[in-house]
């Protein structure tokens, strides 16, 4: 039997290069922890709405393993209502320079606002996870090109507000590979050098249930444009839907790391959870076993 590896596909980017001369190493699949600094997240909004409460939760996932800390002041779930710019930056500068005052772990601004994001830059931030892929705030292009910093485009229809009323598509993979084609050339046409660019889906933005089963199952279908591919699948309702308790979200954990688990079997460089602790375990077995 041919031997089976789980290290990125080598025609996949290996690293990503940050505006500070490091890099963002992807030989093994890395995981994103999820810190929403925001009252109203949809699994844990309010659990870290503190400045003191969100950066310890941020030392127990890099004590956990995290690679990349995700902070967000905005709660993007379906039905969410935007916050001023201001309100945002109050929410996330105090709790990214605090990161960095203490740790070296790779942190990821979660804004599709400008100002938001170059503020976070300024505090400490070494990229940004814009979930409108630069359609929302026609400054954000801007801020990534003159600050040289890695940006992750993200697929949704519409917006947090009403992006689950609902969605519909013909052929759902080649439609987000539509999206995605189109992105990257907005990005080349702004000076944004491709190295710089990592592709999600958009689990839960905008999709069905088959719709985020079907990405899962086709994450190869985007190995076409040579960049990193992110899953966040974490806590997902769709997970409650395949399950016949109704639970509260954060008692999703079997399927979320089942997601992540298939995710990074099916190519994905980058996963963005809330459970880091056991989704590093699950995906150090997966490494092992391929690496027999």
């Known amino acids: 039997m041919e031997k089976q590896t789980y290290h990125r596909p080598e025609e996949i980017k290996r690293v990503v290069p940050m505006a500070s001369g490091r890099e963002l190493a992807l030989s093994r699949p890395l995981v994103m ?3 929403n600094v925001t009252p109203d997240s949809f699994s844990d909004g309010g659990r870290y709405e503190s400045p003191e409460a969100a950066v310890e939760h941020a030392r127990r996932m890099i004590g956990d393993g995290a690679d990349i800390i995700d902070v967000g002041g905005e709660s993007t779930r379906p039905g969410a209502e935007a916050v001023p710019a201001e309100d945002e930056i109050a929410r996330v500068i105090p709790v990214i320079q605090a990161i960095r005052a203490e740790s070296e772990v790779f942190i990821s601004v979660d804004t599709y606002k400008s100002a938001v994001a170059d503020a976070a830059i300024d505090a400490g931030a070494d990229i940004i996870n814009d979930i409108s892929a630069l359609r929302f705030d026609e400054d954000m292009a801007a801020v990534v090109t003159l600050r040289k910093v890695p940006l992750i485009l993200m697929h949704m229809l519409g917006t947090p507000r009403d992006m689950q009323v609902n969605p519909e598509y013909d ?7 539509g999206f995605f084609a ?3 050339e907005y990005c080349r046409k702004r000076g944004i050098d491709k190295s710089k660019l990592i592709l999600d889906p958009g689990i839960g933005f905008g999709k069905r249930l088959h719709d985020n089963l079907e990405i899962l199952a086709n994450l190869p279908f985007f190995y076409e444009f040579n960049l990193p591919i992110l899953i966040g699948a974490s806590r997902k309702s769709f997970i409650g839907m395949l399950h ?4 509260p979200a954060d008692r ?3 399927g979320s790391i089942a997601a992540a688990v298939i995710a990074v079997a099916h190519g994905a460089s980058i996963v963005r959870v809330h459970d880091v602790a056991p989704t590093v375990e699950a995906l150090k077995v997966l490494q092992a076993i391929g690496e027999m």
């Open 244 to 247: 016949d308790k109704d639970e």
């Open 182 to 184: 189109e992105r990257i």
């Open 252 to 254: 999703r954990l079997g």
């Open 33 to 35: 922890g999820i810190l």
């Open 171 to 177: 052929d759902c993979i080649a439609e987000i590979g």
